[in-house]
Each structure stands twice: as C-alpha cells, then as structure tokens.
C-alpha cells in the first residue's frame, strides 16, 4: 500500500485577519514532493486556515490515490489534538472542516503528528505565497512559486532540551548556510486566492521539490529576499539572528534602518485583587493600585527617570494603569496619553474570580479556553481578538514613535502579547511566562518590521 506525507499550514494576518493555507503532498518512501496547494480563504483566524490546509492536503493525497495510508505532519498543536480526539472541538467554524478532513479517508489510515514549526518551513512558505499574491490582487500560482526552491533540505540538528547550546549552535550554523545558498520566500502582509501545482507542473516551473525544512513559522516576525522582479523583502529571521552573531559589530539591524520604535512595557502596580490571583480585566470592578501598589510605581518611576531614556508616555484606558502612568510620568515631566488598545482583556463571566473558582463554575469553558486562542470567556474577550487588537495597536505606535523610546504601561496579557508576536511565538506561550506587577520588558521595532525583545519581567528596581 503507498503511503504519503501530507504536511499542511495555515495563517492568519491579523487573527482573525487576510488568510491563507498551504499543504504539501510527498512519497513517503521517497521524500519526493508530489503535490503542492496554497489558496488565499478571505478574514479568517489562525486556526481555521490550518484546517483549511488539513483538508487540502487530504483531498490532494486522495486524488493521487485513494487506497494510499496517510501520515499528517503538522505545527498546529490545536489541529492535531482535535483530529485524533484527544481534545474536543467547540468552534462553529472548526467543527465541520474536521468533519470533512476525517471523510476523506478511513480513519484508521491516517495518522496525525505535530512537529515544531521549524519542520514545516514547505507548506508555510505556500501558506505565504498565497497571502502574498492576495495583496498584490492576483491568485497564488503554481508557475511562479518558489516554496520547495526556497526551503533548505533539513539539516541533523543535535537534540537536546530548550535553551541547550549545542542545538541553538546547530541552528546558527544551518542559518548561515542557508543564506549562502540563495533566497528564501517572502513573508508580507496580505491576501489572495490559490490552486494546486504538481509534480510536472514544478518540474515545468523549474521548482524543483524539498521536504522538511529548518526555519520560521507562519506567525514569526521577518521575512527574506526574494530574486528577480519580486519585490525585497525582509531577511528571515534565522538568518537575520545568525548573522548577527556572527559578526556582532553590525547589530542586530542593518545600519540603514535607523533608529528603532522601542516600547518599554510597564505592568501596572498592585491592586486589591493580585496578590489573591483573581481574574481582572476590562470588564470588572476597574480597581485601583493598593499601598502596594502605589509604592511599585514610585519605585519604577524613580528607576526610569535616572536612565532618562523614556520620551513619552501612553497608558491603557483602565484605573490602574492611568495611576500608575500618572504617578511614574510625574517623575518624568512627560503628559499621559490614553490608548484604547492597550486595555486588558475582557474576562466576562470569570472577572474578580480565582482560576480555581473558575475550574469549579465553568469547567467546559475553561477546558476551551486553555486548548485554543478563539475561545471566549462567557461574555468576554478571545486572546486571539486580543492579539489583533495589540498588534494594530503596536503598528500604530510604531509608526507615530519611530526612532523614540516609549513607555506603553498596561497589563498581564498585553505585553505577554507583545512578546509573543515580537518572538513569532505560538499562542499557547502565553500560558508559559510569568509576569509580576510593575515589572519591565521591552522591545524595539526597526524599519524593517523586524521586532528585538530586549528585557522581560524585569523588577530589580522594586527591590
């Protein structure tokens, strides 16, 4: 019996926002692509373009051979939970696209397995193209793709647990490898429609074909250079890093760029309501800083006035945040702007509740809510519509604060979005940092679009 690799992706610019999905069909015995597909869907979330992707892949193995087993390889953790039936699937949206992608084939010949974002370069870079053309007002098509061209062969890479310096050498290496070899695929902003290529049709194109691949996800900041009449586009993000490392004199940017939008991320001081871990967004009491409080933003006002670096001051419209931006830019001389889009996320049901308090009265929710960035607190607010809300928000600032320092003070899911955008980081790692009260972080933007975290959860000066 033949059996196939289906590797699919998809993405979303703005979550909900212009998406896009791509899926790649290979031999199994061979590695040899067979079939690609890309096709721009419309505003849809992250999610639903990765199954979009899902389905396409499946469709497209199926055509080849419907008698094929099927082995699924992708990077959305959310996906394949849900298709192998470990865990539920709630959104409407969601909910018939699995219905479709376990019709295609018997259930018991197809398999689902996620891998990190770095082995699934091929079918983001489609998922891109797509994307891509959208904005340009055309359609994706097979005769001008550059995605197996443009997605290095995998390279061994030692194993070993996060952080570990023998694999982040590894990946350094294969960066700069990569950027001597020849161009990677665009990442921009956009939208567009698609279609399938195969194998002839690559082969026609000139393509070529590849498989796996070490690199960047759809969601990481960067982008890279694309030959002949395509437009530049940003260098991709590996490379950019391991260039950088390699020779230090140049920084992280080019010199050309000038001076970045760095936004110092302050979380407001203590209310009543922190120290007993209660859910408290924009749809609560509203409460203000406690003794606690108060003192912490004193404190981190003392701080950033003797670096004297800080040259405006914006804050979210909430009371404890005005307070403490208040209290910390009477230290500065500066004014307070208001922004909207720097307001906590709206916990609607769950507002002045603990988590365990939450566990107890709305255990389904709850189970939703930690398995997928679209689900909703009853009546409240998605961390995915909060992440389009701050990434709108930091584009804004960014280009009314270029090449000035600026000290955004917010809240807990805000600047863990921030970061997570900054770092092309999956929603799920908002659950894997810890941020205290009037702790520091911060990021700079460069002309580029590309993002540098610069400092996280800092509070050495509340101590």
């Known amino acids: ?127 891109n193209e797509a994307m891509d053309a959208g904005k340009r007002g055309e359609a994706w098509s097979a005769a001008t793709s550059r995605a197996a061209l443009d997605t290095p062969p995998a390279r061994p890479e030692p194993a070993g647990p996060p952080g570990d310096a023998a694999a982040g050498a590894a990946r350094a290496r294969a960066a700069l490898a990569s950027a001597s070899g020849g161009p990677t695929a665009a990442e921009a902003a956009g939208a567009g429609s698609g279609g399938v290529r195969t194998e002839a049709d690559a082969r026609a194109a000139g393509a070529g074909t590849a498989s796996g691949a070490a690199g960047t996800g759809v969601a990481a900041e960067g982008a890279a250079e694309v030959a002949g009449a395509k437009a530049g586009a940003k260098a991709d993000a590996d490379v950019r890093a391991a260039r950088a490392v390699a020779t230090p004199s140049a920084g992280w940017a080019p010199a050309d760029l000038g001076p970045p939008a760095t936004f110092v991320l302050l979380r407001h001081g203590e209310t009543p309501l922190t120290p007993q871990k209660r859910f408290s967004g924009s749809g609560g009491s509203d409460p203000s800083l406690s003794g606690v409080g108060r003192e912490q933003a004193e404190k981190a006002g003392e701080f950033l006035a003797r670096r004297g670096t800080v040259q405006a001051v914006v804050a979210s419209p909430l009371a404890r945040t005005r307070e403490t931006a208040g ?38 929710d709850l189970n939703a809510w930690l398995s997928s960035p679209d689900a909703e ?87």
């Open 1 to 127: 019996m033949r059996e196939f690799i289906v590797e699919a992706d998809g993405g979303s610019r703005g979550n909900p926002g212009p998406a896009g999905y791509g899926a790649v069909v290979g031999d199994a015995a061979t590695g040899e692509t067979l079939v690609e597909a890309a096709e721009y869907i419309g505003v849809a979330t992250n999610n639903v373009a990765e199954y979009r992707g899902l389905l396409a892949g499946l469709r497209a193995a199926h055509e080849l051979d419907p008698e094929a087993r099927v082995h699924v390889r992708m990077d959305s953790k959310l996906v394949v939970e849900q298709m192998t039936g470990r865990w539920k699937i709630k959104h409407p949206a969601m909910k018939p696209l699995a219905a479709q992608a376990a019709r295609v084939f018997p259930p018991e010949r197809v398999t689902y397995e996620w891998i990190p974002r770095a082995q699934n370069k091929h079918a983001d870079r489609l998922a």
């Open 327 to 364: 209290i910390v830019a009477a230290r500065l001389g500066l004014d307070v702007t208001v922004e909207e889009g720097l307001r906590e996320t709206d916990f609607g049901a769950w507002e002045g509740l603990t988590f365990g308090e939450v566990r107890e009265r709305h255990p389904d």
């Open 377 to 463: 607190p009853t009546g409240g607010e998605s961390f995915a519509a909060t992440a389009a809300r701050v990434a709108a928000t930091r584009d804004r600032l960014t280009a009314e604060y270029r090449g000035r320092t600026v000290l955004l003070v917010t809240h807990v899911t805000p600047i863990k979005t921030f970061i997570r955008l900054a770092l092309g980081a999956p929603p799920e790692a908002l659950f894997r940092m810890e941020l205290s009260a009037a702790s520091l972080s911060a990021v700079a933007y460069y002309a580029d679009g590309n993002a540098s975290v610069r400092l996280f959860n800092d509070t050495s000066h509340l101590r």
